[in-house]
């Protein structure tokens, strides 16, 4: 069966990156998209950004353009969501999900990682 | 502030017909796709909707989404208790370049 497994949860400082990790299992990893969406406590979804599984050609949300980085190792399966220069307001719960297409039809999700930016 | 507007909260007693809107504009409703989402507490996300009315296998057809024009609504029949969570619309954005995601909207059976 598809599943997303997510890297645990992080406490960094601020000004600091953190690197939160996307395991895929149960289907061709390139066949399919990865996206990220964050969300805040009692907040609502954030996305933040598509990457293409096969060519690792990926769009950003103009909101995190500069301080996010999406990658991924096909051999491992995995992909890779890097987020830099953090500060409070990134403490939220990250997830990974699989991309159907660029519409927002994402059929499955990781289990979500929590990281906390606090001094 | 969400571009995708959606009503804070919603209720409904079980058994009841209930509808969740979620509205746009022509750069983003008006001219791509609607997903639907359903989130419990403490949990991911899980898809309801694609392309505006599709039933993804395993989720039941008193569920059902429809759009029009730069609007889109997701209407629940038989209302349950474990319909209770919040609901968000989603859709790629034209002008944004990135796909937006309604404010949520939290569903009490009452």
């Known amino acids: 069966q598809v599943q997303l497994v997510q890297s645990g949860a992080e406490v960094k400082k601020p000004g600091a990156s953190v690197k939160v990790s996307c395991k895929a299992s149960?289907?061709?990893?390139?066949?399919?998209?990865i996206i990220w969406v964050r969300q805040a406590t009692g907040q609502g979804l954030e996305w933040m950004g598509w990457m293409n599984s096969k060519s690792g050609n990926t769009v950003d949300a103009q909101k995190f353009q500069g301080r996010v980085t999406m990658t991924r190792d096909t051999s491992k399966s995995t992909a890779y969501m890097d987020l830099s220069s953090l500060r409070s307001e990134d403490t939220a719960v990250y997830y990974c999900a699989r991309a159907v297409d660029n519409s927002g039809w994402y059929d499955y999700w990781g289990q979500g990682t929590l990281v906390t930016v606090s001094s | 502030q969400s571009v995708l507007t959606q009503p804070p909260s919603a209720s409904g007693t079980p058994g009841q017909r209930v509808t969740i809107s979620c509205s746009g504009s022509s750069s983003n409703i008006g001219s791509n796709y609607v997903s639907w989402y359903r989130q419990l507490p403490g949990t991911a996300p899980k898809l309801l909707i694609y392309r505006n009315n599709q039933r993804p296998s395993g989720v039941p057809d008193r569920l059902s989404g429809s759009k029009s024009g730069t609007s889109t609504s997701l209407a629940i029949s038989g209302l349950r208790s474990e319909d209770e969570a919040d609901y968000y619309c989603a859709t790629w954005d034209d002008t944004l370049g990135g796909v937006i995601f309604g404010g949520g909207t939290k569903l009490t059976v009452l």
């Open positions: 149960g289907y061709t990893f390139t066949d399919y998209d």
